[in-house]
């Protein structure tokens, strides 16, 4: 490990203008590429005190031996060349995006002298016209299929069309009208080319004006009773309809725009592009990376930009790019990829309307790209035992934890704080186990109280069902806990109880009279909670006060993605690349998400909740017949209880309960319109959260 004072330049050395520098090893490898609109400023970050470092870089500065840095005149000339340098030197601690796939392309060859229409992959080739992606190669042959009849351009391999020529009689393709068969002369060099050219721009997106000027020969040659002609015309009109059925429109002006999305986790980020030519998706592509760097979503999305522009020119740059987070400052990078075009581009983030839909659209899909991208390393049999003996080896376990409970507090500024336990069997997700709580014994905000609530509650319901099954002599009478007899652990379930190390199913619980699952019963071997050093020794605390001595107990905290132990100072800190922490990430990362759920609908239900929510007995389905059949709260509670039971499945002690509860309920001040000063009718419909609840939530 290299002191970064050792090669750090001396005062005066470093100028203070745009460039892009290089750290290497002491192999002389470059490791990080960077660039920066004052080369001073910047590598002076990079030489102070270890402890203010990110860990990734001061990782990165200790593992370099030398600095050296290239002076340019602009901005834009420095991302340029940041990008050539990654491109060249492929440096391990910058972000790469990865392709999760080689997405075909269709491709026509205007290089060669008889253009050919068909699927490329890989690099893309200087001379050629490249559609798409597309998700499949078979997408492709539909299209082109559908498009033959129009445009009868070649796609037989050179090959093939050598031998045509050889022989003179054309292939297949060219006895059924699929092919305008130049290799035997129907056609010439131009003409064909020129039907390749019209291929090209109803591909590109200007399909109107072809689908009008085939409408308007088929009305002509139905005038002069060329009803074959028209026939064939009419056919051709329906082929191309259909293959401009398979892209939908989503963008009703046309647009030509690149639609870039992020979703993103402590260690990897997911990208999704939607490639949108005349208003309509023409591919889509998606990239995983690394988070080497410790960069923000604005970074990423300059990275994914170098990434999808960095080798193209002209119309394959879009008029529109439209991103999540605009790069800091967006000048240089706007007036790159202007320079890349040849016209002016547009980078900005959608606001409003079909863009801002769409752009919600290609966020859902990264965000699924990611979660199928950690669904696919966790379903590897050999990388979760492999993960799981890692956390036991890690966390100084006695056996590999088969069961890892996670819990994780949520609220908003305070309120309707609640609780997630989430269960993990062998590495996988048993969502039929998972739990949520109220935090009851306080109000306000207060997450290790609230942990240490949650975790007393869960295992005094665990302890209790012990105690009722007779596995103890006797409980406490605080705590629910054991008095005498055997400590809680597997040892003590009913049924086998796996090895450590087998993952050959999930382990099973014990079973009530009728076979199903205890809540409860069966107790983990980790129990994990979202938070520091606080929030474990909370939960540590609680298994103590239950005597509950065989659970182990971790937390997971988010910034640095430390595991903090009950009574140690400093925190154990598991590899990136560990598959370890890559389960105790997503535990943690699966408690949150069902606790914000829990929490979220909550204060919903709070938010909307009414007078008639509170009347006993009364569910969903009659309190909506009931706004129904009266129109709305003010008309219900002016009815009388004969009145009230006119309506379908409310009887009359139902009906005098309804009309009780309406009475006793003090009505709500009438809502005013701010635009036009009138008092709006209750009309009982579910009021939305006013600007001043919204708030942050955890």
């Known amino acids: 490990m290299a002191d970064p004072s050792s090669y750090r330049p001396k005062p005066g050395q470093i100028p203070d203008s745009p460039g892009v520098y290089k750290f290497r090893d002491e192999h002389r490898r470059v490791i990080y590429v960077g660039k920066a609109k004052s080369l001073r400023q910047r590598l002076s970050n990079y030489f102070q005190d270890l402890a203010n470092l990110h860990p990734r870089t001061r990782t990165m500065v200790t593992t370099a031996a030398a600095v050296e840095w290239t002076v340019v005149s602009t901005e834009v000339e420095a991302l340029q060349l940041e990008y050539s340098w990654i491109k060249e030197f492929d440096p391990r601690f910058n972000v790469k995006y990865r392709d999760d796939k080689s997405y075909p392309y269709l491709a026509v060859t205007l290089d060669e002298e008889f253009p050919r229409v068909q699927v490329m992959r890989g690099a893309k080739k200087k001379g050629v016209r490249y559609f798409g992606p597309y998700a499949h190669a078979w997408a492709i042959r539909e299209t082109v299929d559908l498009m033959l009849r129009v445009f009868p351009v070649r796609t037989c391999s050179a090959g093939v069309f050598k ?20 290799c035997v002369d129907r056609v010439s060099a131009e003409e064909h080319r020129e039907l390749a050219e019209e291929f090209c721009d ?50 009703a002006d046309a647009t030509d725009a690149d639609l870039i999305a992020l979703a993103e986790d402590e260690l990897e980020a997911a990208v999704q592009i939607f490639h949108v030519r005349g208003g309509r998706v023409r591919g889509q592509r998606g990239w995983v990376t690394d988070k080497v760097e410790n960069v923000d979503t604005a970074a990423l999305v300059e990275h994914a930009l170098q990434q999808l522009y960095g080798e193209e020119r002209g119309d394959a740059v879009p008029k529109e790019v439209l ?16 320079e890349r075009r040849g016209a002016n581009v547009s980078l900005r983030i959608p606001q409003r309307g079909d863009k801002k839909d769409l752009m919600a659209t290609v966020q859902r899909n990264a965000q699924q790209a990611l979660a199928l991208h950690k669904t696919k390393r966790a379903s590897d049999l050999t990388t979760r035992s492999r993960a799981l003996e890692e956390i036991a080896e890690a966390l100084d376990l006695d056996s590999v934890p088969l069961r890892i409970e996670c819990f994780d507090i949520s609220h908003l500024q305070g309120d309707d704080v609640v609780a997630s336990m989430v269960v993990f069997e062998d590495g996988l997700a048993r969502k039929s186990e998972y739990r949520r709580f109220q935090i009851k014994s306080f109000a306000g905000q207060d997450d290790v109280r609230s942990m240490h609530e949650v975790i007393s509650r869960r295992f005094k319901r665990y302890l209790a069902e012990k105690q009722r099954t007779g596995e103890w002599e006797e409980a406490g009478p605080d705590t629910g806990g054991p008095v005498s007899g055997p400590a809680p652990g597997p040892a003590d379930l009913s049924g086998p109880v796996p090895e450590p190390g087998d993952l050959s199913g999930p382990a099973p619980g014990p079973k009530d009279e009728e076979g199903r699952p205890k809540r409860f019963a069966y107790p983990p071997q980790l129990v994990v909670v979202d938070g520091g050093r606080p929030q474990v020794a909370a939960a540590q605390r609680a298994l103590d006060e239950l005597g509950i001595d065989d659970v182990a107990v971790c937390g997971l905290a988010k910034r640095l993605e430390e595991v903090w132990l009950p009574g140690e100072e400093d925190p154990v800190v598991l590899p990136r690349t560990s598959e370890g922490l890559y389960i105790l990430q997503r535990v943690r990362d699966e408690a949150h998400r069902f606790a914000i759920a829990y929490q979220r609908n909550k204060r919903g239900k709070r938010l909307t909740a009414g007078p008639l929510d509170t009347v006993p007995g009364l569910g969903e389905s009659r309190r909506q017949a009931l706004l129904k059949h009266f129109g709305s709260l003010k008309k219900l509670r002016a009815a009388t209880i004969e009145e009230i039971c006119e309506v379908p499945g409310v009887g009359r002690k139902t009906a005098e309960t309804v009309a009780a509860t309406l009475a006793q309920a003090a009505p709500a001040a009438p809502a005013v319109n701010t635009a036009t000063g009138e008092i709006i009718e209750d009309e009982g419909a579910p009021q939305a959260a006013l600007p001043s609840e919204q708030g942050q939530e955890r």
């Open 323 to 338: 991103v999540p987070a605009l790069p800091d400052p967006v000048e240089p990078v706007q007036q790159w990829l202007s």
């Open 163 to 182: 031998r045509s020529r050889q022989i003179g009689r054309p292939c297949l393709l060219g006895y059924i009208g699929k092919c305008s068969a130049p």
């Open 202 to 251: 109803f591909m590109a997106g200007r399909t109107g004006a072809y689908i009008r000027r085939l409408e308007r020969l088929m009305a002509e040659a139905a005038e002069e009773m060329e009803y074959e002609r028209a026939a064939r015309l009419r056919d051709d009109i329906e082929a191309l309809k259909r293959a401009m059925e398979k892209n939908a429109v989503v963008l």
